[in-house]
Structures are given as structure tokens and as C-alpha cells.
């Protein structure tokens, strides 16, 4: 029997930041009473489209099962009274 456990998470700060956050939440599981464990996959494009994958790749199913994509905003800041706005 699998167990897949899907979560959602919310936190404000940069890429660098939020990576460092899934490391952190990734490492603390490790403790959990689990027989193993996968690893943290970072995608991004095209490598997110299933469609574009090989039908045997293990991640296929993986990014089938994905519930949301993750949206990233456009911001402008102002600093200094120069705007600055990025993706």
C-alpha cells in the first residue's frame, strides 16, 4: 500500500527563501515513521507539462496529480523613489 501526502503551503519572501522552507519541512519529515521517503523535485516551463513527458517517467504521475498550479504574481516595489517590478 503507497501513502501520498499532498499539501498546500502559503508564506510570503523570495524563491531562495522558499526553497530553504521546503528543505527545512522535507528534513523535519525525515523523522516521521515511514518506510521511505521521495525527494524534493524542483520544476519549472515546460518541465512542469506532463503532456511533454515520457508516459514510463515517475514524475508523469506526479505532476498529473497536482492539484494547482502555482501562480507567481507581478509586484512593483518602490524604493529610493524608483519602482521596481518583477516576476
Known amino acids: ?10 508564506a510570503q519572501g ?8 521546503i528543505h527545512a519541512l522535507h528534513q523535519t519529515t525525515q523523522d516521521l ?4 521517503w521521495g525527494s524534493v523535485v524542483d520544476l519549472s ?3 512542469c507539462d506532463f503532456n511533454k513527458r ?4 515517475p514524475l ?3 505532476l ?7 501562480e507567481i504574481v507581478s ?5 529610493g523613489g524608483q519602482t521596481y517590478r518583477w516576476r
Open 45 to 47: 516551463g515546460d518541465q
Open 75 to 79: 509586484q512593483q516595489r518602490v524604493i
Open 64 to 70: 498529473i496529480q497536482a492539484e494547482e498550479d502555482v
Open 1 to 10: 500500500m503507497g501513502l501520498t501526502i499532498h499539501s498546500s503551503l502559503k
Open 60 to 62: 508523469r504521475w506526479r
Open 54 to 57: 515520457d508516459k514510463e517517467d
Open 14 to 21: 523570495s524563491d531562495a527563501q522558499a526553497q530553504k522552507l
Open 33 to 36: 515513521p515511514f518506510k521511505e
